[in-house]
């Protein structure tokens, strides 16, 4: 078997060298494996399709980049494919440690899917996967754009790097949908998922199957009982008067979309509670907060993922941008989203942004289990 990970090799077994990982052949590595494969990165796409025998004419590839929505977009065509009568996997930030894995995890993926019978694969295309390398010589059947908004300046530098980084993965053969593309698309029909952003996540779905060749009545079905992801914009269920939503939102467009949604179906007050990232983009955060300022009626500051930074020094980055309201600020994102809860009242609505599906929390160097979905349903139920 071929390996790309020295952790998991055993006796007998070929370790897939991809760029540095020769710096992990060691000399007992060489009595174990069978052989060492070093490769640069842009060939193993090319070397595990021979390899394998991957045919590419009974796979199919559908990827999906953009600062926002990638994740909803990548399940709604898995619930469109699946009302078609087809099989179809998604990797993505759900299910994947890499928003977009390393190309030997791509490549398993498909090869798996070829021994089983299955055609679609779908995934969300990052741009730092892009500029990586982990996508090099994969054909894409469909590629789609959600949009382009700033995010991973720390990594890309220069919103034009990162625009740069997206469009040359849609400047690859074979049809793209682009924003000008899905947004003729008249959403006719009544669906679950509520808000702009959503609108937009639903017809990028739909244009992206017309090019899979699915008919309307299949999509329109399927759009219309569509649930959205884990972690977006996911409502905790409760039997109290106000409601409680988690979201992955952690950029000033993604909490913009949501906070506005929320702020549509609220009758009382719009209560928020949110961070930012230690170690990433510093420059999104007080935009963050003249988001939050700008459509919320509270607005609690709390720890995201603080990695190596000062969480102070973090949440003082983000009240830079709130002018209007006053913050509290509880740096304890449990005792956060208990004050949250707390404070809601009839009518009101909190949304708890930032991590999403996550079932941790990075502070120092340590990864705590946390996840507040878990942690807003223990809140509601005391």
């Known amino acids: 078997m071929i390996q790309d990970d020295t952790r998991k090799i055993k006796a007998g077994d070929a370790f897939l060298a991809v760029g540095k990982g020769r710096s992990y052949i060691t000399p007992d590595m060489t009595n174990t494996c069978s052989r060492i494969i070093a490769i640069p990165k842009t060939q193993v796409a090319c070397y595990l399709t021979q390899t394998w025998s991957l045919d590419w004419s009974k796979l199919r590839v559908i990827g999906v980049t953009g ?39 791509i490549l398993a993926t498909l090869n798996d899917m070829q021994d ?43 919103f034009k790097a990162y625009t740069a980084a997206k469009m040359s993965f849609l400047r690859l053969p074979g049809p793209t949908v682009f924003p000008r593309d899905y947004k003729q698309i008249s959403i006719d029909f009544p669906v679950l998922l509520q ?38 914009f996911e409502m905790i269920p409760s039997t109290l008067p106000f409601k409680v939503f988690i979201d992955y939102a952690h950029t000033p467009d993604g909490l913009d979309n949501i906070l506005r949604t929320a702020k549509e179906i609220t009758t009382g007050k719009l209560i928020v ?42 949440l003082a980055s983000i009240q830079v941008g709130i002018q209007v309201h006053t913050p509290l600020v509880i740096e304890d994102r ?31 160097t340590e990864t705590l289990p946390f996840n507040d979905t878990e942690v807003a349903k223990q809140c509601l139920e005391a």
Request: charged share 25%.
């Open 67 to 105: 600062t926002n929505g990638k994740t909803t977009v990548t399940h709604l065509i898995k619930q469109i494919l699946e009302a078609n009568g087809e099989s179809c996997r998604v990797l993505g930030t759900i299910n994947a440690q890499l928003t977009t894995p390393e190309p030997y995890q």
């Open 116 to 158: 089983k019978g299955e055609r679609n694969l779908v995934m969300e295309v990052s741009s730092i996967g892009i500029v990586e390398d982990r996508i090099a010589g994969i054909p894409f059947s469909v590629k789609a754009l959600t949009n382009i908004t700033r995010d991973h300046l720390d990594y890309h530098k220069t």
């Open 195 to 232: 808000g702009r952003f959503n609108k937009s996540n639903i017809q990028t779905a739909y244009a992206i199957a017309k090019h899979l060749g699915i008919s309307d009545s299949i999509i329109k079905k399927a759009l219309s009982k569509a649930n959205p992801p884990k972690g977006r």
């Open 273 to 314: 509670v949110f961070g930012a990232g230690g170690n990433r983009d510093t420059t999104k955060r007080p935009l963050m907060g003249k988001v939050a300022d700008q459509w919320a009626d509270s607005i609690i500051l709390t720890s995201d993922n603080p990695r190596l930074e000062d969480p102070t020094a973090i």
């Open 334 to 364: 449990r005792q956060a989203i208990q004050t949250a809860i707390g404070l809601a009242k009839e009518g009101d609505v909190v949304v708890i942004a930032g991590k999403g599906h996550e079932t941790y929390q990075i502070i120092g």
